[in-house]
């Protein structure tokens, strides 16, 4: 997914498409030894020149994550992670890039490739990106545009230098160190990942978004984001992902998260399309991230948004913790899943505050040999009075080797709170399909169409560009699942 | 011109068609009538290709090529239009958008250049006054939520959007009130051309006021059972289908 698009339509050039983001880079790397231990947390961190507090950090994180175990319970099967057998840095080599004019002319041609000019003058009005090259940010574009607003925009290695006091206030805060096995190790080892602060009353300016890149070969990637809207700000961020293609897994686990003071609203959107593996299920990326995001303050709104399409497994549940009275918390999915990919993905709305409210609509879509779960937990505490929840699960089961599942918990411990859940699995209807094909479309563009229409509640939550780039990428997605 | 010869159909073991018979030059509207279960949408959904049918004999070409070999989508590339008796809804897809990828998909067929949004709005907005449809037609999801009525006018928007050389239509003039009936009428009486032909299935002489046809034919138990000039329409509101096996 790119920053920047050409609103091409014509569904023949998608048809030849496939992955077309499965192409390798070659540029110098430093990399650090394979496995993990004490050292190497150590190497990262010096390699960031980053103050005590922070290896501190690190090093407990570590030691939590050395006596945790990986966690079974999600509809997913996958041959054990050698965790010795990765590496756990690797970046360009030579000194970072203090601008956009010292960046690898190697790398800004690779995500031009990709259709994310970095150059300023060439890129798409209004958005501001950060590119994450395996585990580095490579460029930032527009800071000192968002600097007049007061706006911070920066790589977090250099959020942890430069604004000590911010990062150590709100790191961790939502996601422990040791909240899970995935958010330990990223606490462990994250390298980089971009920083968001949004200053009290400040609406910010542009699209902020972050663009993920895998290229090295058996380099996990643990990017690490942090977002922080003080009172009455605003931003909507978004992030993109693709890697190379290749035969062996690899591993992300990605930290994010979100904190949103009074009247605070962030909109959150993830584009995700990692290399799911080819038609057998061979290669593509582990995707276990931790998602979270506070709503501390009174009225604050965190939603988000995501439209999952790549991956061969993916395990993810961005969740809210409404706190503030009267907070909202959205969750707006679509989790597409073909051939052999994996996805057991949902939310949790945490209800604590009075009056919070929470909204989820959930569309599913399997197809090929895939299994498609959605796991999602409401809870309402007994200080949330007047809480209500709001679920709607759909799935769409193309053919007839696929599987989808539906796993809501719901936990109510206030009996004021109104919780709604509705769920619905259908096939495309044989009649639908005849229909478009009877007016002319293919089988595939079809079954696209009827697809994007299912998704239409979720798309319409994203910015508009990246809508447009989304429905391409579903229809791409379910190339050879028809006929 | 189409020709249907000899055709046989069956749904699982069930034979519907039993050998139809029947010839419409280019240029001709016929009407085909007939008792319900008669095998007259089935006889439509062979046409245009629909799965589950399976063909046990005979032949259909169109402009002499044999469409039977075709999928849906080619023979709808190849000038050929269904109307549904039943149009069908798709949940989330914006009509407009709909018949513009319809369009285009078809003009990429032909070889012919593609409508922007932009264009085909203009084109769209033309025919819906032609049609005397609202322009929120275009806005709403493919008849989510329409009446039965509108459903049959937006199978007509198709239609004159689509341009096709053989169009069918199946009992589209069944739930529509008069002044429907008249503005559907005329929409398919301003294809007419020597190009164009139609095939117009009916249960109604009322809809043969509008659209004068060149030949009514009788289905029956799977076969044209009479066929005659539009008289024999009159004849059948007249006396009904009692009798007309025999024929
Ligand atoms: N999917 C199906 N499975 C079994 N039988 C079917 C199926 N579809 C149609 N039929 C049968 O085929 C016969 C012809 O049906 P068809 O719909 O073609 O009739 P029709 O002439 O269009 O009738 P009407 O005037 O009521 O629309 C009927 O007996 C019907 O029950
Ligand atoms: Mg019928």
């Known amino acids: 997914m790119s920053a920047a698009f050409e609103t091409r339509n014509t569904v023949d050039t998608l048809a030849t498409q496939k992955y077309k983001y499965g192409f390798e880079t070659d540029i110098a790397m430093d990399e650090f030894p394979k496995g993990l231990n004490e050292d190497i947390v150590r190497l990262i961190s010096a390699k960031k020149d980053e103050p005590e507090w922070m290896l501190a950090w690190r090093l407990k994180a570590y030691a939590m994550w050395r006596k945790m175990e990986e966690p079974d319970w999600a509809r997913i099967k996958h041959p054990p ?140 990637q643990f990017e690490r984001t942090l977002i922080i809207a003080e009172e009455g700000a605003g931003v909507s961020y978004l992030e993109g992902c693709t890697a190379p293609q290749r035969d062996e897994n690899q591993l992300h686990a990605a930290v994010v998260e979100l904190v949103a003071l009074d009247d605070a609203k962030i909109k959150y959107s993830t584009v995700q399309n990692w290399y799911p593996g080819d038609e057998n299920g061979k290669g593509g990326i582990y995707n276990f991230v931790t998602k979270r995001g506070a709503c501390r303050g009174a009225r604050s709104k965190i939603s988000w948004t995501q439209v999952e399409t790549g991956s061969a497994i993916t395990w993810k549940y961005p969740s809210c913790i409404l706190q503030g009275e009267g907070s909202v918390g959205e969750f707006y999915s679509v989790a597409l899943t073909n051939n052999h990919q994996q996805a057991d993905t949902g939310t949790k709305m945490i209800h604590l505050g009075r009056n919070t409210t929470s909204t989820i609509i959930s569309k599913g879509i399997s197809a090929g040999h895939s299994n498609n779960t959605y796991r999602g937990l409401v809870k309402i505490m007994p200080g949330a009075s007047g809480a209500r929840n709001f679920t709607q699960c759909d799935s769409l089961l193309i053919g007839d080797q696929c599987g989808a599942h539906t796993v809501p918990y719901i936990e109510s411990r206030n009996p004021s709170a109104k919780v709604e859940h509705e769920a619905t699995t259908s096939k495309i209807a044989e009649d639908q399909l005849f229909y478009c094909r009877s007016r002319g479309l293919s089988e595939e563009d079809a079954v696209g169409l009827i697809v994007n229409g299912f998704c239409k509640d979720v798309l319409k939550e994203l910015p508009m560009e990246f809508a447009v780039e989304a429905q391409k990428l579903l229809a791409v997605s379910l190339e050879g699942s028809v006929g | 011109m189409l020709e249907i010869k000899n055709l046989s159909a069956s749904i699982g073991d069930k034979e519907i068609l039993r050998g139809v018979d029947l010839t419409v030059p280019d240029g001709e509207i016929h009407a085909i009538m007939g008792p319900n279960g008669a095998g007259k949408s089935t006889l439509s959904y062979v046409l245009s290709g629909r799965e589950g049918y399976e063909v046990t004999g005979g032949s259909a070409t169109y402009n002499g090529e044999n469409i039977l070999a075709l999928t849906p989508e080619a023979r709808a590339a190849a000038g050929i239009f269904l109307a549904f008796q039943y149009p069908v809804e798709l949940p989330g897809v914006g009509n407009a958008n709909f018949i513009r990828t319809a369009l285009n998909a078809v003009k990429r067929a032909r070889g012919e250049a593609e409508l922007d949004a932009v264009a085909f709005l203009k084109l769209a907005r033309a025919e819906l006054k032609n049609l ?63 190009k164009f032909s139609a095939l117009v299935i009916t249960h109604y002489q009322r809809l043969l006021d509008h659209i004068v046809p060149d030949r009514v034919h009788v289905l029956s138990a799977g076969r044209i059972v009479r066929s005659g000039g539009p008289e024999l329409a009159l004849e059948l509101e007249a006396h009904g289908y009692v009798g007309q096996e025999a024929a």
């Open chain 1, 81 to 220: 992670i050698d965790y010795e057998n990765l590496y756990y840095y690797a970046a360009p080599s030579g000194p970072a890039p203090k601008s956009l004019d010292e960046v690898d002319p190697e790398l800004l041609t690779m995500y031009e490739k990709l259709g994310i000019p970095l150059n300023e003058r060439a890129a798409l009005a209004g958005v501001a990106v950060d590119a994450v090259f395996d585990s580095v940010s490579v460029a930032t574009t527009f800071r000192s545009t968002l600097a007049k607003s007061g706006v911070i925009f920066c790589p977090i290695s250099e959020a942890v230098r430069e604004h000590p006091e911010l990062v150590q206030k709100y790191l961790g805060s939502v996601v422990p160190v040791g909240d899970n096995y995935f958010a330990a190790l990223n606490s462990a080892v994250f390298s980089d990942g971009s920083f968001v602060f949004i200053p009290k009353g400040v609406r910010c300016p542009m699209e902020l978004s972050t663009y993920f890149r895998i290229n090295a070969r058996n380099t996990g």
């Open chain 2, 132 to 194: 005397s449809m609202p322009d929120d037609m275009l806005k709403r999801n493919v008849n989510v939520g329409f009446s039965g009525g509108e459903k049959k006018r937006n199978e007509v928007l198709q239609m004159a959007l689509l341009r096709p050389g053989l169009a069918i239509l199946d009992e589209t003039d069944s739930g529509l009130d008069i002044d429907a009936l008249k503005i559907v009428s005329d929409g398919v009486n301003a294809l007419r051309s020597p």
